[in-house]
């Protein structure tokens, strides 16, 4: 399966590539929420926030936003390769990734209004999202390695 579609012998490489920048998308959504509940402890205009302000522009900058671009083109070229009508899973799957993309562009959001000296939400807040991945990741790995429906 899947080496027959246009990826041909590359599917496998394609497949492992997308996994491993998943993996590094996920790690940077993990990592970013609990930034900004260390952030809301410290004054807006401190020496502190201004060490956070950098620590979470490079982290969005250099590890985020390029893991999430490459797990998607990687993804998409799978889509093709498999077919948008492989099955239901994949809808559900496409269904559950594009969520997430939404929750990274909160995530966006957020780092700039912390960088304007804003604290747009209370430390609390920012330790339950600090969830929201894992529960997408068991979602999306039960769908998309069993296959099921
Ligand atoms: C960003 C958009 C994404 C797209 C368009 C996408 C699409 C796909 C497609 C079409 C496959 C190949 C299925 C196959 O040929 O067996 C695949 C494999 C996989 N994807 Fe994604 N995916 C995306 C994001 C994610 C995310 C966020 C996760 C996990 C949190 C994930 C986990 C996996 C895993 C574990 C596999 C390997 C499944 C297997 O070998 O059976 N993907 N993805």
Redesign the pocket.
Known sequence: ??TE?WLGGA?LWV?AF??IF?IF??AGMFMLPRYFAYHCQCAPGSDEDRKWIERERRLLRIIINPA?TM??L???A??F??GFG?GGW?HV??L??VI??GFHGALSKYRKAFARGERPKSETYFRRINEV?AV??II??LL??P?AF
């Open positions: 399966m899947g579609g599917y497949k997308h996994i998943v998308w996920m999430m797990a998607w990687l993804g998409l799978l889509v390769n498999i492989a994949l799957k496409l559950m990734v997430l993309s991945p997408f990741i999306i790995v998309v390695v296959k």
